[in-house]
């Protein structure tokens, strides 16, 4: 079954807007087992929708229009389906009702221009939009199913889940559920998990199982998106093979799902009720926008002192300045954190501010100092990283939210990453 | 002249890459007074690309082309381009020899299959790519002209922006040179803006001038688009008109053009070669991520303490704790950095704690106080912000940022903005 993405409106063809719902929709379908055919982008012209609809319809078996059931003059969708299908529009008054109910209900009266959103195809299928005013509905046209729904993207999304996707299930004659397991870990790039992972596919005997990577520096992402009947089906086709995947990743998997580094860091810290102060030289604070945005965990982090001077971090906590950038400095800082400041653990990152080569070249490289230490243990960690100031910097946070992790968690701190030099 | 964008490649049709090719090429376009009138997404398959270069030729008198020219069996664009236009493949030995010697310049052989870069439908004209190894070309098909541009992003926008726009200009006839002139306020909302730019538009008597609106939150970023016949005209036009809307905008104008508020805080503490240290709360951080990324200032900031609690950022410069968060605490913070730092200058954001109403709920606020001194100034500045507890962090940062660069420029740290409440 071919399926077309017709995406409508101005803002989309001019670039105003990026297309973010054609990717969505079309990952969507893949994960369902659709084909994504074609996609097409038209603004809000007549003449354009009617040939855009025209020619979807003989080249594709399931069309999604997106965009254009707005109460706007501009919102042609609704008038351009009836056309096209040789129909008129009539009223929906359970659509009309519902939609003077949500004004209502808001101490408002509806204006008079959303009685459009009302109005549908002649013996179109309704679809229902549970947080909106533009519902959709389905139609054929010169044989070709069309699902129409709405531009905002929370509506979209909801509608595509819900209504389109077991509907398409239902034209193509056979129903798939997909699921998606995501594993998030830090160290090791594509190739080398590309071949960690090799067998894994055919665990899944009957080929439904697919492995995607998605790389975001310094993160990997590896999804695994599984096909069966029923999702009693798909868990017992996971079992296995997650746990599979997670020997082969090992200490490089940071977290599954929507977990982050960052949760799984300050889930642990929850769980012994810990509490971390850190020292950061050039992460440009970006270890403590990491553990310090979620309120719901103030108690976990005390504070972090951010300078591009070791002397300046020294200084903070009575040492004295002079002593560089070194592992055995890094730990000495952090000694005295958990004496003065009366917290758990600490996390002290220098850096060798010489930078070797030109600093905006891409063959430059710093070395990282880190130490994480509670009242029991000491690990310290010392990575040469190649790349630009920010990549570095980046690469940095990074490597250092992942050696508190492993400290938490109890595994090696010194785990050699393939970003690192030598 | 109408203009169709087909965006070629599995990625972007199966949603694994957002089209972002597109609205670049879009936006780029629009702003040279070029309409796009259609946009096509398809896959790298021959079939499609020869459906969709057909229809491209009959509703569209040019096309680009984006993406299918690299080395690999899946790139289909030179050849299919030859095949709808009835014409065979022809070795461009200019380019071979740049591509090879490009290798060689590297240290390395070309692979034997990059000689298909050099395979071009005979009779196409020719586009230089000075910074990859795929060429464009162009070339009719059906009495269309197409434009076919590599997918790599870097290259296309330079080949877009160098080779492609003059020649639309050549086939449309006359010459318009477009610039975009753009003003970042923070403060202020969209509304606010258009309202105060009222009139700016007929500043050109030619129709030639248009206003649009970007929101960044908390940012605002106000675009002018001005067309003219040359630069120098376009230089006469945009004098008077950007010297009224700096007169309107007024102080919440932070930045122009590619400048940015923390890039403005910079260059004004270069200028005195002064260096401030930091206080902040509640702000995960943020304030240091955006004032110590680049390694080109390292002086101009001492260091920044981050932390949830006033008593841990009281207890840094040895002052009581139980002091809480109002203003002249901070003030009182802002005293002791400048005398035990020995920086010329003082940040400190600090937060009431006591959120408003359930924290993840739209209608709490938070009230912050912010002050900024130096020998021999200290202002200071309250508000109450609303929402979440991430947009009160962001909106927080940028307040504070405001803040330091209104004092180091001479503005009144006191001003209204559109975002608090009361």
Chains 1, 2 share one sequence.
């Not at 229902?128 to 509506?155: L, M, S, Y």
């Not at 599984?226 to 798909?234: D, M, P, T, V």
Request: aromatic share 6%.
């Amino acid at each position: 079954m071919k399926i077309e993405i017709l995406c409508t409106g101005d803002e989309i063809l001019s670039g105003k807007t990026i297309n973010t719902n054609h990717s969505f929709m079309a990952r969507r379908l893949v994960e369902n087992g659709f084909e994504v055919y074609w996609g097409t982008v038209v603004g809000d012209d007549r003449d354009s929708l009617v040939h855009a609809f025209e020619m979807a319809s003989q080249r594709a078996d399931a069309i999604i229009v997106n965009g254009g059931l707005g109460p706007t003059v501009d919102d042609l969708s609704q008038e351009v389906a009836a056309q096209t299908a040789g129909v008129e529009l009539e009223l929906n008054q359970g659509w009309l009702d519902r939609i003077s109910e949500w004004y209502q209900s808001r101490g408002r009266v509806m204006p008079e221009n959303n009685h459009k959103q009302a109005m549908l195809p002649a013996g179109s299928e309704f679809i229902d939009n549970p947080i909106g005013t533009a519902c959709g509905f389905a139609i054929d046209i010169n044989g070709a199913r069309f699902f129409f729904t709405p531009g905002v993207p929370r509506e979209m999304r909801r509608m595509l889940n819900e209504q389109i996707v077991p509907r398409l299930q239902n034209l193509r004659g056979y129903h798939l559920t997909t699921r998606v397991k995501r594993f998030h870990t830090f160290g090791i790039g594509e190739s080398r998990a590309d071949r960690l992972l090799d067998g894994i596919e055919e665990m899944a005997l009957d080929g439904s199982v697919k492995l995607g990577f998605q790389s975001h520096y310094p993160q990997l992402e590896t999804k695994l998106t599984l096909q069966g009947r029923s999702e009693q089906e798909i868990d017992n086709k996971l079992r296995p093979i997650e746990t599979a995947m997670r020997e082969k990743l090992g200490n490089f998997v940071i977290a599954e799902d929507n977990q982050t580094i960052e949760g799984s860091v300050l889930d642990a810290l929850e769980d012994v009720k810990g509490c971390v102060s850190i020292m950061e030289m050039n992460t440009a604070g970006m270890i403590a926008t990491r553990l310090m945005s979620d309120p719901d965990h103030v108690d976990r982090v005390k504070s972090s002192l951010v300078s591009w001077d070791p002397d300046v971090l020294s200084g903070f906590v009575g040492r004295e300045a002079g002593q560089g950038t070194s592992t055995l400095h890094a730990g000495e800082l952090a000694a005295s954190i958990l004496q003065e400041e009366g917290v758990t653990h600490a996390l002290v990152v220098l850096t060798e501010r010489k930078i070797k080569g030109n600093k905006d070249s891409s063959e430059s490289s710093s070395i990282i100092h880190i130490v994480v230490a509670d009242g029991l243990r000491r690990e310290s960690r010392q990575a040469e990283l190649p790349g630009s100031p920010d990549w570095i910097q980046t690469g940095s946070t990074e490597l250092a939210l992942d050696c508190l992790r492993r400290f938490l968690y109890g595994l090696p701190v010194q785990e050699r990453i393939d970003f690192e030099q030598h």
